[in-house]
């Protein structure tokens, strides 16, 4: 009886050492996003319908659940430098960023010029005056940022056109890509001046895409037109930008050893109520974050960059008897393992059946609802600037309509985001009050949660 005691004891004091040596992640990165930013992602139709910002949402949300990080879509489709501009003083301006990430370059390289005869010196000539356009103006929207609430600044190279891809349903556009190559010297350039942080989203993806075209001509890490990432390559380009960050990799660890002799450490963890017979091993884990969802729709990404890596919730068991024991955490099964990867560690976040997977998906689903009421009020955004621009009273439902056919004309997504402005832009109000309680309850369904693990040796 004084042996189990003694042995309890120590059980004891481990857990006890266990919780004392739980540490949160470093907060010394001043690359991440603080407790209290507030986000701007400024860019054109790839930001303003494009995942890539819900993703690094979705991995702050997941990874610090305590930190309180405001995000704003701040993306209008078709946009250049100028418009961007333009819109400053009510869009961007307002929401006093702390930091300002700019995608900015795929309708600055222009379209129709391509679609034109033309000779090497012409082009020349053209792509000249293209990067200089475009480096004068980023360099005012970053004076202007600078001006108003002096963010840190990240600067997007932008996304390749993909000219090769032969499934395309748009004829390529030959030379639009080298001047896109172009605007990304420009970035360096403007991001020496304005001490702003460089985040590469080109160089990888055209890499890639000349890579796996070799192979498949059909491959794309953009789409079938040419522009648009669909969510593979928005996944890709959130993994890079969470890289540039060097976010942290670990979601937790809780390594256990049942040895007296060998201390047991938990990273962002804390393990209690530790019971052990010949059997049964139980016990249970507060974990300090979850980790990063990866939905469906875009899990192909993982063939192509290690987006996994960010993924690393630890669990190590030592010191117990050799066998098979199966692993039941709350009540889901999820899976057998023997002692040997026990001791060596498993990674839980590759195991679709844990409570904490189910959780990290609840909140990647809240935001993503989160996220499309967003991109809608965007779309009414976008409308409402068409409309100025041609001059029309926004109360003037007949010339709304006129006009809303005359763009469809032009553009089927025009005509869309001005059906829905004529018929729904007084829901503005409503859209955001449910969009900020989809924020409130993401919050809350990230926060960490207790789990019961149980082993039992077969």
Known sequence: MIKIRAFICTLILIFLQCSLYAVKHNDNNELLFKDGDRVVFIGNSITHGGLYHLYIQTYYQTRFPDRKIEFYNCGIGGDVTTNVLNRMDYDILPHKPTVAVIKLGMNDAGSTFYELKHTAEELQIEQNRIVAKYTNEMREIIRRLKGNS??????????????????????????????????????????????????????????????????????????????????????????????????????????????????????????????????????????????????????????????????????????????????????????????????????????????????????????????????????????KIQIYKAKIDVNDTTKLKSFAEIKRKENTYYGRILDDFIKNSTKVDSIENELNVNLAEARALSKPVKHSFFLIKI
């Open 150 to 383: 002096n963010p840190r600044l990240f600067l997007i190279k932008p996304t390749p056109y993909d000219t090769n891809n032969k499934q395309a349903n748009r004829k390529p556009l030959i030379g639009k890509n080298e001047t896109i190559q172009k605007l990304t010297l420009a970035v360096e350039e403007l991001a020496k001046e304005s001490n702003a942080t460089i985040v590469d989203f080109y160089n990888p993806l055209n890499d890639l895409n000349i890579k796996q075209q070799l192979v498949d001509s059909t491959f794309t890490t953009i789409g079938k037109d040419r522009v648009h990432p669909g969510p593979m390559g928005h996944m890709m380009m959130a993994y890079l930008f969470l890289k540039t960050q060097h976010v942290p990799e670990i979601v937790s660890k809780a390594e256990i050893d049942v040895s007296p002799k060998i201390k047991s450490k938990c990273i962002n963890a804390t393990v209690t109520d530790f019971k052990m017979n010949k059997t049964d091993i139980s016990f249970e884990i507060v974990e300090n974050a979850i980790h990063f969802p990866i939905n469906q729709d875009a899990i192909a990404a993982l063939k192509y960059m290690p987006v996994n890596k960010l993924n690393n919730e630890l669990f190590v068991l030592k010191g117990i008897n050799k066998g098979l024991y199966s692993l039941k955490i709350d009540s889901s099964e999820v899976g057998t393992f023997s002692s040997d990867e026990l001791k060596t560690g498993i990674n839980l976040a590759i195991y679709p059946n844990t409570p904490q997977n189910k959780q990290a998906q609840g909140v990647l689903v809240v935001l993503k609802k989160a996220f499309d009421k967003r991109v809608r009020t965007r779309d009414f955004l976008a409308a």
